[in-house]
């Protein structure tokens, strides 16, 4: 009964009540995003490393050593070597030694040289290992595998080859075109940079390298163009993908070549502590170590100022509009001294009025949220690819989790709390005016 009396009285007040559901909406389509994405983003951030004990890269910075080498994003000013590594992986704590060399691109997308063991160690949130939506890992120095982000932005298989560049830039002119690289193998899914990300061998950068012409030019057949933010054209071809031994094997590669970190394994993992104070003491040898957790921890900490700040701004923003519903129906109440005497003529209570206010209030917030959700939702769906390269990690189209529900639920408590200001007044006014009588 009062909630068809609430939506005939939203009905009659639709002008000044669509402005505040306009309000609403708006409001609590910033809320849901902000939260969407900031929970999407600290899970990618927990979730972008696992099954890594220590990881070993030059004299630098935590924080640095940990965004080249997980996040991919920049690279240390030095580099250590594979002699290095060497030494290191010899220690009887070791278990095994992973590899990172970074400085190509493709498409804007960053090549990760590396070992075939990446793929046997290097793990994701709670322990997952990697895995192939298609194919296989390389086992060539011209071959490479792709992450399920780039295959999806650049709409590549198994089977296509393509042209590395070198440098960092989205946009670079310097392209190795003699060592075109097969796609051998997608990777699945793991909302992590691993995603985004192409992995081949140390071998193929270095030869990529070594047979890169002086001069900067790009052949001007066999091009494929793709969407990718702007317009990129990158060389692809179709090979036959099965062939039965690779054409060009991974040969060992000397001790002195450069790499930009590595990931290590212990057999013990007590023995983690110890072994990163014997890597960062050693003055012979320039390198840092690091355990993941904690520097990713650090890393969270620092972000921690800008997550509480646009939290802050964006709950100003909601409690902003509830302001304007307060406001709302407490202009309302005036007019609608008429509207409660016919009520009050009929029998209802003060109470009644109080509640009438309450669930005309909740009755808006229930319809703008689900407004909201759907609409974000729409959004997600159309602009995720977009979103996921922009913030460098995975955005998931499902809006619905624990966080969003725990933010419906303060938003619920919010409007309560604000309407029942109006609905107090115009409880108390009836009650008033039923003793008067």
Same mark, same amino acid.
Not at 342 to 361: D, K, M, N, S, Y
């Given at each position: 009964?009062?909630l ?5 009285s939203?009905?009659?007040?639709? +002008? ?23 929970? +999407?983003?600290?899970?990618?951030f ?9 990881i070993?890269?030059?004299r630098?910075?935590d924080l640095?050593l ?12 030095a ?5 290095d590594?060497?030494?290191?992986s ?12 970074l400085?190509?691109?493709h ?18 949130? %709670? ?6 939506a298609d194919g296989?890992?390389f086992a060539?120095?011209?071959e490479?595998?792709?992450?399920a ?13 393509i042209?590395?560049a ?6 670079s ?12 193998g ?28 002086k ?7 066999n ?5 990718? %933010?702007?317009e990129?054209d ?9 062939l ?10 000397s ?12 057999s ?38 800008? %997550?509480?700040?646009? +939290?802050?701004?964006t ?5 902003a ?13 005036r ?14 209570r ?11 209030a909740?009755?808006?917030t /229930? /319809? &703008? ?30 809006l ?5 529900l ?5 938003v ?13 007044n &115009? ?5 008033q005016s039923?003793?008067?009588?």
């Amino acid at each position: 009964m009062l909630l068809r009396l609430a939506l005939r009285s939203l009905k009659y007040r639709q +002008q000044s009540v669509l402005l505040t559901f306009i309000a609403m909406v708006l409001s609590l389509s910033v809320l849901f995003a902000v939260e969407h994405i900031r929970a +999407q983003i600290k899970e990618s951030f927990t979730r972008s490393v696992s099954g890594v004990d220590l990881i070993i890269g030059p004299r630098t910075g935590d924080l640095t050593l940990l965004l080249s080498s997980v996040f991919h994003r920049g690279v240390p000013s030095a580099a250590m070597t594979l002699d290095d590594l060497n030494t290191i992986s010899a220690k009887p704590q070791v278990s095994w030694a992973v590899p990172i060399s970074l400085g190509d691109m493709h498409a804007g997308f960053t090549v990760v040289g590396t070992s075939q063991d990446f793929f046997n160690y290097f793990q994701t949130g %709670e322990q997952v290992p990697l895995s192939f939506a298609d194919g296989r890992a390389f086992a060539a120095s011209n071959e490479i595998v792709i992450g399920a982000q780039v295959a999806k932005s650049l709409h590549y298989q198994v089977g296509q080859s393509i042209v590395l560049a070198h440098g960092l830039g989205e946009v670079s002119f310097h392209h190795h075109d003699d060592h075109p690289l097969l796609i051998t193998g997608i990777l699945t899914p793991t909302g992590t940079p691993v995603d985004h990300a192409l992995f081949t061998s140390l071998q193929a950068l270095k030869q990529a390298h070594d047979s890169s012409p002086k001069s900067l030019k790009r052949p001007s057949q066999n091009t494929h163009t793709h969407k990718h %933010e702007h317009e990129h054209d990158h060389d692809i071809e179709s090979v036959d993908v099965s062939l039965p031994d690779p054409d060009k094997p991974l040969l060992p590669l000397s001790p002195g070549t450069d790499i930009t970190s590595a990931f290590l394994g212990l057999s013990n993992p007590v023995a983690v502590l110890s072994l990163q104070r014997i890597i960062n003491r050693d003055n012979n040898r320039p390198l840092s170590a690091i355990i993941p957790g904690v520097t990713l921890n650090q890393l969270w900490q620092i972000l921690r100022f800008v %997550e509480t700040t646009l +939290q802050v701004i964006t709950w100003l923003i909601v409690f902003a509009t509830l302001l304007g519903l307060m406001t709302m129906l407490l202009a309302s109440m005036r007019e609608r001294k008429a509207e409660f005497a016919v009520f009050r003529a009929l029998g209802a209570r003060p109470g009644q009025i109080f509640w009438l206010i309450q669930i005309e209030a909740i009755t808006l917030t /229930i /319809i &703008a949220i689900l407004t909201s959700v759907i609409l974000l939702s729409s959004v997600l769906i159309i602009a995720a690819n977009s979103l996921s390269l922009a913030l460098g990690v995975s955005i998931s189209t499902t809006l619905i989790s624990d966080t969003i529900l725990y933010n419906i639920g303060w938003v619920l408590l919010s409007v309560i709390l604000s309407t029942s200001i109006p609905a107090w007044n &115009a409880y108390k006014n009836n009650l008033q005016s039923n003793l008067q009588r």
